[in-house]
T-cell receptor, first 114, second 113 residues
């Protein structure tokens, strides 16, 4: 089945520094990728989505570019803020166990220090 | 903003007991989902439904049942709760099954003792 890999479980940064959270995927279909963000004790919310190869997508200062050649959709921000501390999930619209569904990576916890 | 409401927000259950988690959406969405969140595993799909009175198995359905009595309501049932089912459970809804954002509830923290 299709899958999503997030290699970093925990990322800790100082405010104002840039960040990149890695996401790679495997699918036999045309990929549709998402980033969801979950702040502490809140519901996950959509941050970004894309299905267009090599086109940068931006929202709330975060950006990501889908690269089909490398099966990647890394999330970046040029200058992190304290409010960016959250759990970030990469997700793929794909097939798993015979059903079509949104397949999530294991998540990356981003902690921004003062 | 679309709304998905889960109840209860937290629950403590005893091993072998029956647990019912409820979800209500006012989005007029056809698709509803139950996910389980464990540290290091992200969100895993338990059951989903695309129409009232019908449910489908997701990736990890064992030990769980689901019920969709109406478009707005979707329940997750643990007939015999086990320690391994301690987790946070999220309900979500969407207008289609793919390529569209999910709207999540705030989650139910279940502790089975």
């Amino acid at each position: 089945g299709d899958s999503v890999t997030q290699t970093e479980g925990l990322v800790t940064l100082t405010k104002g520094l840039p960040v990149m959270l890695n996401c790679t995927y495997q699918t036999t279909y045309s990929p549709f990728l998402f980033w969801y963000v979950q702040h502490l004790n809140e519901a996950p919310k959509l941050l970004l989505k894309s299905s267009t190869d090599n086109k940068r997508t931006e929202h709330q200062g975060f950006y990501a570019t889908l690269h089909k050649s490398s099966s990647s959709f890394h999330l970046q921000k040029s200058s992190v803020q304290l409010s960016d501390s959250a759990l970030y999930f990469c997700a793929l619209s794909g097939a798993s166990s015979g059903s079509w569904q949104l397949i999530f990576g294991s998540g990356t916890q981003l902690t921004v220090m003062p | 903003e679309a709304a998905v409401t889960q109840s209860p927000r937290s629950k403590v259950a005893v091993t072998g007991g029956k647990v019912t988690l409820s979800c209500h959406q006012t989005n007029n969405h056809d698709y509803m989902y139950w996910y389980r969140q464990d540290t290091g595993h992200g969100l895993r799909l338990i059951h989903y439904s695309y129409v009232a009175d019908s449910t489908e198995k997701g990736d990890i359905p064992d030990g769980y049942k689901a019920s969709r009595p109406s478009q707005e309501n979707f329940s997750l049932i643990l007939e015999l709760a086990s320690l391994s089912q301690t987790a946070v459970y999220f309900c979500a809804s969407s207008g289609t099954i793919s390529n569209e954002r999910l709207f999540f509830g705030h989650g139910t923290k279940l502790s089975v003792l």
